[in-house]
């Protein structure tokens, strides 16, 4: 009986990192998968809500058409003067 291994059969050490090489690309392959899903779920729903906002407020006439706002409570446009004194 020969010690030496066959000719078609890789080293242990070999097989071993192509195990592990294959399961962290499967790793990789699924969570990029489930990510896609969730960012597409995400984005479809906020579109959805968007769009129905959209159709409220030109059904009862509210607020003109154009860009959003920036949110914020004095619902008046960005003030890079006021920005640059607050420090942001």
Known sequence: MSLRPRAG???LTARLVLTAV???AVVVVLIGAAATVAL???LSHRLD????????RVRHGGGPLGPPGDQ???NGGFDVARA???GR
Do not use: K
């Open 9 to 11: 059969v890789a080293s």
């Open 22 to 24: 294959a399961l962290v």
């Open 40 to 42: 597409r779920s995400s």
């Open 49 to 56: 809500a968007d769009v129905v906002a959209s159709l409220g």
């Open 72 to 74: 914020d409570a004095d």
């Open 84 to 86: 640059t004194r607050a």
